[in-house]
C-alpha cells in the first residue's frame, strides 16, 4: 500500500513536471499572453492604467514566425523589445515566459516590451508631415489610428536589419520617432487575437 502511493505521488510530480516544461516551451517558442499597458495603441488596444488599477485588453502574441526569422508586413500589430541597443539572447525570451515568471515568482510586468504597429520595413523611407506617414514619398493610408499627427517627423530611412514602427495613439506613443528603428531580432512576435474583454474578442490581421 505504501509504495503504491509512493508510485502515485512519483507519477502525479513527473506529469506536472512535464506539464510545465510544455507550457514554457509552448510560452517561449510559439504564443504568450501579454497585458496591454499604456494608451499608445488606442483606439485598436485599451491598456491598463497602472496609475489608477484600470485594467486593460489581454492579448495573445504569436512568437513562431519571427523565431524562424520571416519578415513582419505592414500594419501588423507586434511585440517590440525596445531596448534597441541591447542584444537580446534566449535568456530574455525565457525570462519573459509567464510560467518562468510564476516559476520564480517573479513581476511579468515588461516595460521594454511594447505593443506597435509596423509601418516602415528595411530599406523604406519613412517621415511624417501634414499630419500623415509618408512612406516613401506615398501617403500610408491608415484608417486605424486615433488622430492626426501634430509633429513632423523628418525622412529617415530603415536600416537593412531593422523595423520602423509605430503605436496607433500617434500623439501619445513612444516608438521609433523616440528610440530609432527597431532591430529586427528585437521582434517578440506578432498581435493575433485579444482574449479579454471578452465583450472585445476579436482575431487581428495586417491593416
Not at 502574441?61 to 541597443?85: I, Q
Amino acid at each position: 500500500m505504501f509504495f503504491r502511493l509512493i508510485s502515485e505521488v512519483a507519477g502525479w510530480i513527473k506529469a506536472i513536471m512535464l506539464a510545465f516544461i510544455f507550457a514554457v516551451l509552448i510560452s517561449v517558442f510559439i504564443l504568450q499572453p501579454y497585458a496591454v499597458i499604456g494608451s499608445s495603441m488606442e483606439p485598436s488596444l485599451e491598456g491598463a492604467d497602472l496609475a489608477d488599477g484600470q485594467g486593460g485588453d489581454r492579448v495573445i502574441v504569436f512568437k513562431a514566425p519571427y523565431l524562424l526569422g520571416n519578415m513582419p508586413e505592414y500594419g501588423e500589430m507586434v511585440v517590440v523589445d525596445s531596448r534597441v541597443h541591447m542584444e537580446r539572447t534566449w535568456k530574455d525570451t525565457l525570462l519573459e515566459s509567464p510560467a518562468f515568471a510564476y516559476l520564480t515568482n517573479s513581476d511579468t510586468i515588461e516595460t521594454h516590451a511594447w505593443i506597435k504597429r509596423i509601418v516602415g520595413l528595411p530599406g523604406d523611407k519613412i517621415e511624417v508631415s501634414g499630419g500623415a506617414v509618408y512612406r516613401n514619398g506615398e501617403l500610408v493610408e491608415e484608417a486605424y489610428i486615433k488622430e492626426e499627427i501634430y509633429r513632423d517627423f523628418h525622412p529617415v530611412v530603415v536600416p537593412d536589419d531593422s523595423v520602423f514602427v509605430m503605436g496607433d495613439n500617434r500623439n501619445a506613443s513612444m516608438d521609433s520617432r523616440s528610440v530609432g528603428p527597431i532591430p529586427i531580432d528585437n521582434i517578440i512576435g506578432k498581435v493575433v487575437l485579444r482574449y479579454y474583454p471578452f465583450d472585445r474578442f476579436d482575431f487581428f490581421q495586417e491593416e
